[in-house]
């Protein structure tokens, strides 16, 4: 048998392309960026109100993420505007959220763009003003008909005629 000395440049690039590999698998899930929700709605919030959300990306390290796209989605009772924002240098997107006129729930996602994960939820409560659908009796002797005028006599109001009981 022959005895080798040293590796060949094939077994070199070869080990060289598998380490390469691992790296660009590795890597990226040990530095990928994680959002936190550093402002959102209260957990109940009046209706027509509005509001800023803000999220910060950041490195595993904890390091700002700077011109990362932010996708933002509501739904329910309400609405955000811009859908997209950019982070700046200190790694934060902000947007705005608007909740309808209408009691539900709210509920927002911010991620990043094109990625469904990592995302921060926030889900407020919209509650609206109760309806008045009763009406407040009216004052005796208002006129409830506005063609006729203050203190005159609806026909409910007026008393009945009794007829006169005749004695033989």
């Given at each position: 048998?022959?005895?080798?000395k040293?590796?060949?440049?094939?077994?070199?690039?070869?080990?060289l392309?598998?380490?390469?590999l691992?790296l660009l698998?590795f890597?990226?899930r040990?530095?990928s960026?994680?959002?936190?929700?550093?402002t959102?709605p209260?957990?109940v919030v009046?209706?027509?109100a509005?509001?800023?959300?803000?999220v910060?990306?950041t490195?595993?390290?904890g390091?700002p993420?700077?011109a990362?796209?932010?996708e933002?989605e509501?739904t329910?009772?309400?609405?955000?505007?811009?859908?997209?924002?950019?982070?700046d240098s200190t790694?934060?997107?902000?947007?705005?959220?608007?909740?309808?006129?209408?009691?539900g729930t709210?509920?927002i996602?911010?991620?990043?763009?094109?990625?469904?994960?990592?995302?921060?939820?926030?889900?407020?409560?919209?509650?609206a003003p109760?309806?008045?659908?009763?009406?407040?009796?009216a004052a005796p002797g208002?006129?409830?008909d506005?063609?006729?005028?203050?203190?005159?006599?609806?026909?409910?109001?007026?008393?009945a005629?009794?007829?006169e009981?005749?004695?033989p």
């Amino acid at each position: 048998m022959l005895a080798r000395k040293g590796i060949t440049v094939l077994e070199l690039v070869i080990v060289l392309v598998i380490i390469g590999l691992l790296l660009l698998i590795f890597i990226p899930r040990l530095t990928s960026p994680a959002l936190v929700g550093v402002t959102s709605p209260d957990s109940v919030v009046a209706a027509s109100a509005t509001g800023d959300v803000v999220v910060r990306v950041t490195s595993r390290s904890g390091a700002p993420q700077r011109a990362a796209k932010v996708e933002f989605e509501a739904t329910g009772v309400g609405s955000i505007t811009p859908a997209e924002a950019e982070t700046d240098s200190t790694g934060t997107a902000r947007a705005t959220w608007h909740a309808s006129a209408d009691s539900g729930t709210m509920r927002i996602v911010a991620h990043l763009a094109g990625k469904t994960t990592p995302s921060v939820t926030m889900t407020s409560r919209v509650r609206a003003p109760e309806k008045n659908l009763t009406t407040p009796p009216a004052a005796p002797g208002a006129s409830v008909d506005s063609t006729k005028p203050a203190g005159a006599q609806t026909p409910a109001q007026t008393p009945a005629k009794t007829p006169e009981k005749k004695t033989p």
